[in-house]
């Protein structure tokens, strides 16, 4: 089995996060670091450590469902050693987000140590549906909504369809409803400001049929047996 694959088997990361940690030099097998992209192993003989353990593939998968709170990283480790989201969830499993929420948008982010999973619902073909609360600078004309819902010009790229709506709007600021089926670095942030109405704050609310419901801020729960087959099938 390729190195990188059986990483996100193990669920170490998603696939293309382990590439970069295999490429950075972070995985030993059979105690020597291997840099090398395609290098084949055996997963019954040889062994395979990352951060000083070693890593095994485990047969249930854990998939859980966080309210992040604004003020944590999504990232597995973070060179400023902030806060991470995973410190929130207190479980015997190395677990990783599935896609990103920056450091100040909070709401709903999965988590599993499932990492095909992750790359398949990362991968840009995917086209899920996040669904984001937004309040922003003031209010945008019809003329700026009709532009954010046909697609905008940010860092030379043309952004998919959206849905956009103004759910209330006061003299300086308007509380929005936002979708977008894609999934680039500060995208909803991007696109607002390319308006003229930047973010003040951003919660995601919903990712495809899955909802935040009323789970409070900085707790998690497990997906039901449904919502996993759900996120397994899209
Ligand atoms: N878009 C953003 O700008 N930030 C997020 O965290 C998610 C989507």
Redesign the pocket.
């Given at each position: 089995m390729r190195l990188q694959k059986f990483l996100a088997a193990c669920g170490v990361a998603s696939r293309r996060k382990s590439e970069e940690l295999i490429k950075d030099g972070f995985i030993k097998v059979n105690n020597t670091v291997i840099k090398e992209m395609g290098h084949k192993i055996d997963p019954n003989k040889d062994i395979v450590t990352y951060q000083n353990k070693r890593v095994t593939i485990s047969e249930k998968k854990i998939y859980i469902l966080l309210n992040k709170p604004t003020g944590y990283v999504t990232t597995v480790s973070d060179q400023f050693n902030r806060d991470k989201v995973t410190d929130l969830v207190q479980i015997n499993k190395r677990i990783h987000p599935i896609g990103?929420?920056?450091y100040n948008?909070s709401g709903l982010l999965l988590l599993t140590d499932d990492g095909e999973l992750t790359y398949k619902l990362t991968h840009p073909k995917h086209k899920v549906e996040k669904v984001?609360i937004a309040k922003i600078k003031g209010t945008p004309s019809k003329d700026n909504i009709n532009k954010f819902q046909k697609g905008l010009e940010i860092d030379n790229y043309k952004t998919q369809p959206a849905y956009f709506e103004i759910l209330n709007s006061q003299s300086d600021m308007s509380t929005v409803k936002i979708i977008i089926t894609e999934g680039r670095n500060?995208?909803?942030?991007?696109m607002c400001q390319a308006i003229g109405h930047p973010v003040i704050s951003?919660q995601?609310i919903a990712v495809g049929k899955l909802n935040i419901g009323n789970l409070e801020l900085g707790k998690w729960r497990f997906l039901t047996e449904k919502e996993i087959n759900y996120l397994k099938k899209l």
């Open positions: 990103r929420l920056d948008t984001y500060r995208q909803v942030r991007k951003l995601r």
